[in-house]
């Protein structure tokens, strides 16, 4: 087996045999690294291969973003659906901006907010999981 089917063979274990928590997880690490793939896009010397880059990845975080945004249950109770709602549309406006304007600072913007809610998320499934071991 190629080095290539390999990988894309544990990747897809991986997210077949996921909590919806890591999948979240997931989707964050993967917005975090596209960013950071447009971002490095900014040094590209050709300028075709440069907004080829940029666009792409910023294409890839929106659409990641969007699903995250989606995937938020509105049924629940309180503020935190509808503020994470509008800072996911908050943050997909500034990815777009980024896209059209090709600059770096909208995505920097995104990056540090969606960084802080992946800690965050990231510390909420490691509590949970250590609970669920002291249960067991």
């Not at 890591?22 to 490095?40: K, S």
């Not at 994470?84 to 990056?111: D, G, H, S």
């Not at 809610?117 to 949970?128: C, N, P, T, Y």
Request: overall charge positive; hydrophobic content about 45%; proline content about 3%.
């Amino acid at each position: 087996m190629q080095l290539s089917q390999f990988a894309k063979s544990y990747k897809s274990v991986a997210v077949n045999t996921s909590t919806p928590g890591q999948l979240t997880l997931m989707l964050f690490d993967g917005a975090l690294r596209f960013m950071g793939m447009a971002i490095l896009g900014f040094n590209e010397p050709n300028f075709v291969r440069r907004n080829e880059v940029i666009h792409n990845n910023l294409i890839k975080t929106h659409n990641i973003l969007l699903e995250l945004q989606i995937s938020l249950n509105m049924r629940v109770e309180g503020e935190f659906p509808g503020r994470m709602c509008a800072l996911y549309e908050f943050m997909m406006n500034q990815i777009r901006e980024a896209n059209l304007k090709k600059e770096v600072a909208p995505i920097r913007v995104v990056e540090r907010l969606l960084g802080e809610i992946r800690g965050a998320w990231a510390q909420m499934l490691e509590k949970s999981s250590n609970n669920n071991h002291m249960a067991a």
